[in-house]
């Protein structure tokens, strides 16, 4: 008989040993089971080292992408703004698509103010606007491509002597001519040159012009000349007096002149505007035209004590946009 008194739990289940599980690294982690995608990280995720689930060579295709970003970063950066430097540097007529005609400005060499007397000061600086620098120098110089002629084909050293020329002018040309032609070669070229206060000088064709220019006491006057290849011919006029009443006055009468050895007869012209740096401004234009486009235009300038006279003739047209040029380029220097 058997002693134990064990209660019977029913029929014996069939023993399953446990075994610990140990996490395989090298196992495939399938896709559903990949945090990242959606689904929640499996338990392996804590069983991996750092660096264990990346491949070698990941590392490399990350820095040579972002050498790839970069390097179309700089280049964009690099292609704008030489683009920028390209369409900022020419001028607008250089640009293909935008060129436009010419209009008949010239291109000068660079403009630079002539040197002043020692303890002289410059017209902007007196009331009465007295220029003390050489008045040749005053003048425009020929603008690119011009070919020098009247006046400043031949320059000359001293000015020849006119019965309307009071001697001290004289002697103050003579003086400024010596100057000239010792100082050294460093000081700025002279434009035009001395020419006799006369008629030759006014362009003009009737004598009461010359006679005005005594009365009205010119001191001194200086030209220049040259012609484009467009054929037109410009002449460049600078009278000096004693004061600036003085070249008021020849002023007013000046406008008058209603023509000249090149221009047989001019008209003034009311109908438009001329802008100069400062001082007065006088337009007339030839009565002859070539189409719509006038085949003179006659200019006459004031500022202080100086008066300028420009001329410009073609038998084809003086185109407008040159004479105005001129006449605001040569006031820029009257100042």
Not at 169 to 177: F, M, Q, R, V
Not at 205 to 228: F, H, I, K, P
């Amino acid at each position: 008989m058997s002693t134990d008194i064990t209660p019977n739990p029913g029929p014996a289940e069939p023993f399953e040993p446990i075994v610990p599980v140990t996490p395989d690294v090298t196992s495939d982690v399938t896709p559903a089971a990949t945090a990242g995608n959606g689904e929640a990280p499996g338990a392996l995720d804590a069983f991996v080292p750092a660096g264990q689930g990346e491949s070698p060579e990941q590392p490399k295709r990350d820095r040579k992408r972002l050498w790839q970003v970069g390097g179309a970063l700089l280049l964009t950066v690099v292609t704008g703004a030489a683009t920028a430097v390209a369409v900022t540097l020419p001028d607008r007529t250089d640009l293909p698509g935008l060129a436009t005609p010419n209009d008949g400005r010239y291109v000068f060499p660079q403009l630079t103010m002539p040197p002043l007397p020692v303890g002289a000061s410059a017209p902007s600086d007196y009331k009465i606007k007295t220029h003390a620098a050489d008045l040749r120098a005053l003048l425009l110089p020929l603008p690119n491509g011009a070919v020098g002629t009247g006046p400043s084909a031949a320059p000359s050293g001293s000015a020849s002597a006119s019965p309307s020329v009071s001697a001290s002018a004289s002697a103050s040309a003579s003086a400024s001519a010596s100057a000239s032609a010792s100082a050294p070669a460093s000081l700025p070229p002279v434009a035009g040159r001395w020419v006799p206060c006369d008629r030759d000088m006014m362009l003009a064709n009737d004598d009461q012009y010359a006679q005005r220019l005594v009365s009205d006491a010119c001191r001194g006057a200086a030209a220049q000349g040259w012609t484009t290849k467009d054929g037109t011919r410009t002449e460049l006029r600078l009278i000096r007096f004693g004061s600036a009443d003085e070249a008021t006055n020849f002023f007013s009468f000046a406008n008058q002149l209603d023509a000249t050895k090149d221009i047989r007869s001019t008209s003034l012209d009311v109908a438009h505007t001329y802008k100069v740096a400062l001082g007065s401004v006088n337009v007339r234009l030839s009565d002859a035209k070539a189409g719509d486009v006038p085949t003179g235009r006659l200019g006459w300038l004031q500022c202080g004590d100086v008066v300028a006279l420009v001329q410009m003739t073609n038998p084809n047209g003086v185109p407008d946009q040159a004479f105005r040029q001129i006449l605001l380029l040569q006031s820029s220097l009257m100042v």
